[in-house]
């Protein structure tokens, strides 16, 4: 079963940076878009990024100009860049996976959190 893996999480302080990675567990599919998503405790998931097939992103208005998602140079790999993290940047974040048959991948998440 193919899995997507979360890492780069942690915890850092306000105003610092991470770099979430996300990779397939195999390469035997051919993931063509992704996106990020985070879930505080209490509230919803929401979406915070993502890439189309096109190469074309969209980000969430709470972190426009601060996170940027990218393609990594190996198959079925994506990157999410968060700068100046602040508190409500704490969440558990997620990565989505779609592959050329439209079905839906998720990995188990990673912590990040932020303190002041």
């Known amino acids: 079963q193919v899995q997507l893996v979360e890492s780069g999480g942690g915890l850092v302080q306000a105003g610092g940076s991470l770099r979430l990675s996300c990779a397939a567990s195999r390469s035997t599919i051919n993931l063509n878009a992704f996106a990020w998503y985070r879930q505080s405790p209490g509230k919803q998931r929401e979406r915070v990024a993502g890439i189309s097939s096109g190469g074309t992103t969209d980000y969430a208005s709470a972190v426009k100009g601060r996170f940027t998602i990218s393609r990594g140079n190996v198959k079925n790999t994506v990157y999410l860049q968060m700068n100046s993290l602040r508190p409500d940047d704490t969440a558990v974040y997620y990565c989505?996976?779609?592959?050329?048959?439209?079905?839906?991948?998720w990995g188990q998440g990673t912590q990040v959190t932020v303190s002041s």
């Open positions: 989505r996976g779609t592959d050329t048959g439209l079905y839906i991948y």
